[in-house]
C-alpha cells in the first residue's frame, strides 16, 4: 500500500485530516493554557496530547474503532504504571 491509499484508507476511521487535525490542536491549546498544564512531567504531557489526538479521531472519523479506544487506555496506563512503580513523575 502507498502513501496515498493509506491516506484515503484513514480517512473513513480517523475523518478527514484537515478536520481531524485542527480540533486536535483546539484540544491541545485548551489543555496548555490551562494552570495545571506546568505542574505535568513530559510523560504526563506526551500522553495527553496522544490521548487528545485520539479523541479528535473518535468525534471527526469513526467512534466504532476499537483502536481509537484502545490507544487511549494504553496511554493512560503507561502513566498510571509509572506513577504505581513509584517514578517520581
Known amino acids: 500500500m502507498n502513501a496515498q ?4 484508507d484513514r480517512e473513513s476511521s480517523h475523518g478527514d485530516y484537515k478536520v481531524q487535525a ?9 489543555a496548555r493554557k490551562h494552570p495545571g ?3 505535568l512531567t513530559d510523560e ?3 500522553s ?9 479521531r473518535v468525534l471527526t472519523g ?4 476499537a483502536d481509537h479506544w484502545t490507544d487511549m487506555a494504553g496511554y493512560a496506563t503507561l502513566i498510571s504504571n509509572l506513577i504505581t512503580k513509584g517514578h517520581h513523575l
Open 5 to 8: 491509499q493509506t491516506i484515503e
Open 22 to 30: 485542527g480540533f486536535s490542536q483546539q484540544l491541545k491549546n485548551m
Open 37 to 39: 498544564w506546568v505542574s
Open 44 to 46: 504526563q504531557r506526551e
Open 48 to 56: 495527553l496530547d496522544m490521548i487528545f489526538v485520539k479523541i479528535s
Open 62 to 65: 469513526s467512534p466504532n474503532v
